[in-house]
Every structure is written in structure tokens, then in C-alpha cells.
């Protein structure tokens, strides 16, 4: 008997930049600088949008929204999110999950969590109990450990609708 369930996974990483805004699971952080990218950088919203395009068979988020298209210069992340769950939806995909890690040593994102799951869940259309977002340091190591960027990882479970 076939399942009728997938799941994927999504990592990306974002430079710290100065003048930019720190944007993360589409809420704006307060911090001395922000993310280096095309788009506004959300490197959870890009790491999440990578989770569901890869278990739907649906290539990456480079794929949809090149980085070399002019349309998505500083393109605020959580749009790109929003047609990725159209996309999902139009090929007969719901999400039933998502759990996602967020590695920054700076700044401190335990009080944003909240709130980004509020607005992943309105994003993805389900409730805020099926996301799911941790927050670590890396101990100092590597480039996260010496403030020079955040990474993100995370996973998504879809199934047919």
C-alpha cells in the first residue's frame, strides 16, 4: 500500500549585511544589521519554501524565484511562501507539518518565536500547532558562532489532499 505522504527538506544560509532589515518567519527582528540577498533574505521563509517544493517533486526555491530575475529584488519572502503553498495546493498537496531550526548566535530569537509561528500558520494555512520553530546557537562555532550570518533547516510533511 502506497502512503500518501511526503517530506522534505530545506536548509539555507544568509550573510549578516549592514543597512538591511533582519527579517525571519516574516516578522521583522531588531538587530544591528540584517541579511544579505536578492529578496528581503528570510532564511527560514527560504529554508521552509526549499521543505515544500522538495516533497512535492517540485525543484527548489532558486527554481521559482531566481535570484537573477529583477521581480524579486528585495521581494518580501513571505509572498514567495504564499505561491509556494498555492503551488502545493494546485497539484493536490496539503501540509500537514512543518519543523524548522533557526541557528543564529545573534540576536537572541526566543521572544520572536511566537510570533513567527503566527504568521508562518496564516501563511501556510494551517493551524500554529503544526509549526514548529527552534531557536539554537552554535556554540561559537563556525560562521553562525562567529556572528557572521544565520542558517536555517527545516522539514515539511505533505499529503494528498
Not at 521543505?51 to 531566481?66: E, K, N, V, Y
Not at 507539518?97 to 540576536?107: E, F, R, Y
Not at 530569537?109 to 552554535?138: C, H, S, W, Y
Request: net charge negative.
Amino acid at each position: 500500500m502506497k502512503l500518501n505522504i511526503r517530506i522534505g527538506h530545506g536548509f539555507d544560509v544568509h550573510a549578516f549585511a549592514e543597512n538591511r532589515r533582519l527579517v525571519l518567519g516574516g516578522v521583522d527582528i531588531p538587530h544591528t544589521m540584517g541579511l544579505l540577498g536578492h529578496s528581503d533574505a528570510d532564511v527560514l521563509i527560504h529554508a521552509l519554501c526549499d521543505a515544500l517544493l522538495g516533497a512535492a517533486g517540485m525543484g527548489d526555491i532558486g527554481r521559482h524565484f531566481p535570484d537573477s530575475d529583477v521581480q524579486y529584488k528585495d521581494a518580501d519572502s513571505a509572498l514567495l511562501l504564499a505561491h509556494v503553498v498555492k503551488l502545493l495546493e494546485a497539484a493536490g498537496w496539503g501540509i500537514g507539518n512543518v519543523d524548522i531550526t533557526v541557528m543564529a548566535q545573534v540576536p537572541k530569537l526566543a521572544p520572536f518565536v511566537a510570533d513567527m509561528r503566527v504568521r508562518l500558520a496564516e501563511l501556510l494555512l494551517v493551524d500554529q500547532g503544526e509549526v514548529n520553530i527552534k531557536a539554537t546557537t552554535t556554540e561559537k562555532l563556525g560562521f553562525v558562532g562567529r556572528k557572521e550570518g544565520i542558517a536555517c533547516e527545516a522539514v515539511a510533511l505533505i499529503s494528498r489532499l
